[in-house]
């Protein structure tokens, strides 16, 4: 059975850092474009950073870009968002994704949350003020 399970969240000072693990079984991790998004209450899903099979190409978005660090340790099959300056708007609950693999990822569609199947859990950040 695929499965996705993040852990690594936590309560953290402004500032701070915490790094996410989304732990993959029953697909071989390695060849699928995996995400990452959050959510906080009341607001919409976003997508947060996408790690694509192809090309070692990694995405983020705008809000954290040059904070947040995707990557992968294949024999693990664990796909890592190492989260450094964390702000208080960073406060959400984030999971990971797998792509379906029936409609293409394009650098500019990566964080519609339609194109991926198969959802973790989550993990709670909450950023301290």
């Known amino acids: 059975q695929v499965q996705l399970v993040e852990s690594g969240g936590g309560l953290v000072r402004s500032g701070g850092s915490l790094r996410l693990s989304c732990q993959t079984s029953?697909?071989?991790?390695?060849?699928?474009?995996i995400s990452w998004f959050r959510q906080a209450p009341g607001k919409e899903r976003e997508g947060v950073s996408c790690?694509?099979?192809?090309?070692?190409?990694?995405y983020y978005s705008d809000a954290v870009k040059g904070r947040f660090s995707i990557s992968r340790d294949n024999a693990k099959s664990t796909i890592y968002l190492e989260m450094n300056n964390l702000k208080p708007d960073d406060t959400a609950r984030y999971f990971c994704?797998?792509?379906?693999?029936?409609?293409?990822?394009?650098?500019?569609?990566?964080?519609?949350?339609?194109?991926?199947?198969?959802w973790g859990q989550g993990a709670q950040v909450s950023v301290l003020s």
């Open positions: 790690s694509f099979s192809r090309e070692n190409a990694t």
């Open positions: 994704a797998r792509w379906s693999g029936h409609r293409p990822l394009m650098s500019d569609t990566w964080n519609d949350g339609e194109l991926y199947d198969t």
């Open positions: 029953g697909f071989r991790a390695e060849y699928y474009p």
